[in-house]
Structure formats: structure tokens, C-alpha cells
């Protein structure tokens, strides 16, 4: 039987509609896949340039530049730090003769320091020092105290305790008492500790950055004291340079991780 004339047409006109009402819809879901993947672009969160890493020194006439005015081992370590990519402002608040204990040239303890310049914004707080406690009552009490105020000001910072220098291994004993109340004292608060004495620090040859006095550095021992800091400065101020790049969701989410504080 031959279909109707009508009807063939009919057929032919519903075959073609279908063909145009295909192609529209696959225009809709081009398009929608576009708007789509535009707004999903647009809501990743913007990362902001990182900021200068805000490094807070405590400490005493090792470094104020003593007997090398003008020129301290913090100015020093600063364009080491630059050289290698790492952003950061080093404030000094150190003060010539000040302890733990012992008050300084302006009657100051470290932590009088410690209260004057360590804040929220304080990323990292390096304590430096001091043989000026040799001898004195309290130093391991005055070192907790100190501490646990700088978690305090600064409870986010990375916190880096620095004993004293010797030109010697201090076979006596002389610096046992404070370096043995420095160790406590940071790991007590996961600080990491640095112990010149042991690492040899202005020892042996190296004691010839020292100036006269065999206590102080010179103008080569400030070099040598930036060197050895930036080394031990650069693993916490990249660290804090890598939070800041982190979207605020990821870097609350990894402070809370268990991890994190390891």
C-alpha cells in the first residue's frame, strides 16, 4: 500500500524538526558546560602574593653588633635570605648584657624583650643567648617563663632557641646549667634548640672571628654568625612563606591536622 502523499510529507517535516531540536539542544549543553565551568573557575579561591615573613630576634650583645657597630649578624643574614628566595624582615631587639635573668644595659630581661616586640604577627621568634645567666638563680624558671609567653604573643610562630657561644667546648661546665635549661625549656614547647657549644661554633680556628676579647664577634664573625643563622632560619621562614600561599580553607584545615605540629 502507498502512503498518502500528505502523510510522507508530514514524516519528512517531523524528521527534520527532530534534527533541528538535536542540534539546539546539544547548542544548550555546550553552552551550560561553558557558564558552568566559568563560575567553578571563578570560585577557586584567590591566592594572594606572599607576604614578607615577619622574624622577631631576642638576645644580647652577640647580637647588637657589640664590638662591630653598625653591622650585625640579623642585617647580615637578611640578603643571605633574599638570595635564596625567602622573604622576610628580621626585627632585632637584642640588648647588650641581658639574660633570661640578668638585666641589660637598659634594664631589660629577655623577657621584657620578648613583650615589647612578639605579637600575632610574628611568624618566627628566634631566642639567642645567654652566658650573661652564668652562675645566676632561677635561669631554668626565667627560660619556661619566657617561652611560654612568646606561645602566648605568638602562639602560630615557630620558635628557635639559641644557646651560647664559647670559644671553647666548656669543658667546665661553665655554660651547662643554661644550656641543659635552654634544651628543657624548647622542647617543652616543640622549639627547635641550637647548642653552639657543641656544634663548635667560633672554636679553633673559628675563634679567630672572634674580636679581642674572645667573646664577641668581628666583622668576619658576624658573617660567620649570618651564615650559620640564615642556614638555620631558611627551613622555618620558607615553611611560613608556604602557609601564606595556601588558600585560607587549606591552611586552617592543615593547622588542625594532627601532623601539623609535628
Given at each position: 500500500m502507498k502512503a498518502h502523499p500528505d502523510l510522507r510529507t508530514l514524516a519528512e517535516r517531523l524528521s527534520q524538526w527532530r534534527g533541528r531540536f538535536a542540534s539546539a539542544i546539544s547548542v544548550v549543553v555546550v553552552?551550560?558546560?561553558v557558564v558552568f565551568a566559568?563560575?567553578?573557575?571563578?570560585?577557586?579561591?584567590?591566592?594572594?602574593?606572599?607576604?614578607?615573613?615577619?622574624?622577631?630576634?631576642?638576645?644580647?650583645?652577640?647580637?647588637?653588633?657589640?664590638?662591630?657597630?653598625?653591622?650585625t649578624w640579623p642585617a647580615e643574614a637578611q640578603p643571605l635570605l633574599a638570595s635564596q628566595g625567602l622573604k622576610a624582615q628580621i626585627t632585632n631587639a637584642s640588648e647588650n648584657g641581658a639574660g633570661y635573668v640578668q638585666p641589660g644595659e637598659d634594664g631589660d630581661v629577655f623577657l621584657d624583650l620578648v613583650n615589647r616586640i612578639v605579637n600575632s604577627q610574628s611568624q618566627v621568634v628566634v631566642l639567642f643567648g645567654s652566658?650573661?645567666?652564668?652562675?645566676?638563680?632561677?635561669?631554668?624558671?626565667?627560660?619556661?617563663?619566657?617561652?611560654?609567653?612568646?606561645?602566648?604573643?605568638?602562639?602560630?610562630?615557630?620558635?628557635?632557641?639559641?644557646?651560647?657561644?664559647?670559644?671553647?667546648?666548656?669543658?667546665?661546665?661553665?655554660?651547662?646549667?643554661?644550656?641543659?635549661?635552654?634544651?628543657?625549656?624548647?622542647?617543652?614547647?616543640?622549639?627547635?634548640?641550637?647548642?653552639?657549644?657543641?656544634?663548635?661554633?667560633?672554636?679553633?680556628?673559628?675563634?679567630?672571628?672572634?674580636?679581642?676579647?674572645?667573646?664577641?664577634?668581628?666583622?668576619?664573625?658576624?658573617?660567620?654568625?649570618?651564615?650559620?643563622?640564615?642556614?638555620?632560619?631558611?627551613?622555618?621562614?620558607?615553611?611560613a612563606m608556604q602557609q601564606d600561599k595556601m588558600p585560607p580553607g587549606r591552611r586552617h584545615a592543615l593547622e588542625l591536622a594532627p601532623d601539623a605540629q609535628g
Open positions: 553552552l551550560l558546560v566559568a563560575d567553578a573557575y571563578g570560585s577557586v579561591p584567590r591566592v594572594d602574593p606572599v607576604a614578607t615573613v615577619h622574624v622577631d630576634v631576642i638576645g644580647d650583645s652577640l647580637s647588637t653588633g657589640f664590638r662591630t657597630p653598625g653591622v652566658d650573661n645567666d652564668t652562675g645566676d638563680a632561677g635561669v631554668a624558671a626565667a627560660i619556661q617563663a619566657t617561652l611560654a609567653r612568646v606561645k602566648v604573643l605568638a602562639p602560630d610562630a615557630t620558635v628557635i632557641v639559641v644557646g651560647p657561644t664559647s670559644e671553647s667546648d666548656d669543658d667546665q661546665g661553665l655554660l651547662s646549667t643554661i644550656r641543659e635549661s635552654l634544651a628543657d625549656g624548647a622542647a617543652g614547647i616543640g622549639a627547635k634548640f641550637v647548642d653552639p657549644v657543641a656544634l663548635g661554633w667560633f672554636q679553633g680556628a673559628e675563634s679567630t672571628d672572634l674580636a679581642s676579647d674572645l667573646e664577641h664577634p668581628n666583622l668576619a664573625g658576624e658573617q660567620f654568625l649570618a651564615q650559620h643563622m640564615a642556614a638555620i632560619l631558611a627551613p622555618a621562614i620558607r615553611g
